[in-house]
């Protein structure tokens, strides 16, 4: 099983932008599906982006537009790339992983990174 590190985030204005990187370790990381979650203070968490492991990808209505996932199995890497943030993107954001057929945004995730705090000033 894989272990998942994120990293990125930050302090960024309104309208700024912030590439998020979830690495994997190991060597099967490029069988995952990955997906990015964001949880905000008193909300639930929710997913904004899922990737399959031949790169295809599923948004969200609010991240549609605005963010990127990719990934670069050759690096153990899933990239969250966020233009025009906004202050209602002010979380936490978790990357998570599951060996599973891909579902779009559905299906579960089973091993999950610790967060990186996004935080975006009006």
């Known amino acids: 099983q894989v272990q998942l590190v994120e990293s990125g985030g930050g302090l960024v204005q309104a309208g700024g932008s912030l590439r998020l990187s979830c690495v994997g370790s190991?060597?099967?990381?490029?069988?995952?599906?990955i997906g990015w979650f964001r949880q905000a203070p008193g909300k639930e968490r929710e997913i904004v982006a899922s990737?399959?492991?031949?790169?295809?990808?599923a948004y969200t209505v609010s991240a549609k537009g605005r963010f990127t996932i990719s990934r670069d199995n050759a690096k153990n890497t899933v990239y969250l790339q966020m233009n025009n943030l906004k202050p209602e993107d002010t979380a936490v954001y978790y990357c998570?992983?599951?060996?599973?057929?891909?579902?779009?945004?559905?299906?579960?995730?089973?091993?999950w990174g610790q967060g990186t705090q996004v935080t975006v000033s009006s």
């Open positions: 990737i399959s492991r031949s790169g295809t990808t």
């Open positions: 190991g060597r099967t990381f490029s069988t995952y599906v």
């Open positions: 998570a992983g599951e060996q599973r057929p891909y579902y779009g945004l559905g299906g579960t995730y089973d091993v």
